[in-house]
């Protein structure tokens, strides 16, 4: 009887796709593009650099300033940046909990914070003002809250 082995065959053919499916969309569509590094969401707070979020003066890089920044629901730290205009900033950033976003309204700096994941981005900030950091993904109830204030001074 073939029947029975050419079911087998589809079956197992099927089973076989669906795993290399799976296996790639873990690989490729877990990671945010802006993702760089990995680090335990439930650790976050002890680990390096984020155990100590802010804004800190550089020298001897590419950029002048380096922002360390977590999310957690339903509260970015720092909540308040002062910057001076014309300075590089390199931003590393990450969440604690569930995604959140991370869109500096009046520019281009939008990324995906991901748990387990360390979102950079370096900027230039030309422009002298006052930009709010929002969520732009949906995290919960308190996702219209999350806010933080960069001033370019
Ligand atoms: Cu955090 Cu929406």
Request: aromatic content about 12%; hydrophobic content about 40%; glycine content about 10%.
């Amino acid at each position: 009887r073939y029947e029975k082995w050419w079911l087998t065959l589809g079956t197992g053919s099927l089973i076989l796709f669906l795993i290399i499916l799976g296996i790639s969309a873990f690989h490729q569509g877990h990671q945010p593009p802006s993702a760089k590094a990995y680090v335990n969401p439930e650790q976050v707070d002890k680990i390096a650099p984020f155990n100590e979020p802010g804004l800190k003066k550089v020298e001897g890089k590419t950029w002048d300033y380096e922002l360390v920044f977590v999310a957690s629901a339903f509260l970015y730290t720092p909540g308040e940046i002062e910057i001076p205009k014309g300075s590089t900033l390199k931003i590393t950033a990450t969440t604690k909990d569930v995604v959140h976003g991370f869109e500096v309204a009046g520019t281009n700096i939008n990324m995906m914070l991901e748990p387990g994941f360390v979102s950079e981005y370096t900027t230039t900030l030309d422009k002298a003002g006052e930009f709010l950091i929002v969520c732009n993904e949906y995290c919960g109830v308190g996702h219209h809250t999350m806010k933080s204030m960069l001033r370019v001074v």
